[in-house]
């Protein structure tokens, strides 16, 4: 029984794996925004999720990252840095990091990613697979 016991203790330790949204469908796609809120969004902005516990992307102005740990379907993005390069498009950046920070729910379904929060904000996605 000992020996069982030790074994699944190393088993267990060794069950670290992605638990996060790239995990559930999200990975090797590039999420392009399409909506904040049921509003179109017009300006260029995307996420991306390259390795476990990381989120990527390229906001209207600036590329992005954060970290983002919390396991599916829950959402948590850990503090977003990004370059600080001026452009016409920086309110679009603003509402647009602003609202990426609100989200804390996240559903993959095919190549549709949904963000949203229980305030009943939400973020709508289209993926595409990155060759």
Do not use: H
């Amino acid at each position: 029984m000992r020996k069982f016991g030790i074994g699944l203790i190393l088993v267990l330790a060794g069950c670290t794996g992605d638990e996060g949204v790239r995990a559930f469908g999200a990975a090797d796609m590039a999420w392009n925004l399409k909506s904040i809120d049921g509003t179109a969004f017009d300006a260029r902005a995307t996420l991306e999720f390259p390795e476990a516990g990381q989120a990527t992307g390229m906001g209207p102005c600036n590329r992005w990252s954060a970290s983002q740990s919390a396991p599916y379907p829950w959402f948590k993005l850990g503090p977003i840095r990004s370059t600080r390069r001026a452009c016409p498009d920086m309110d679009a950046e603003q509402r647009f990091f602003m609202a990426l920070e609100d989200m804390t729910i996240s559903e993959v379904s095919g190549n549709v990613l949904v963000l949203s929060n229980d305030a009943g904000r939400e973020m709508i996605f289209q993926g595409k697979a990155i060759e």
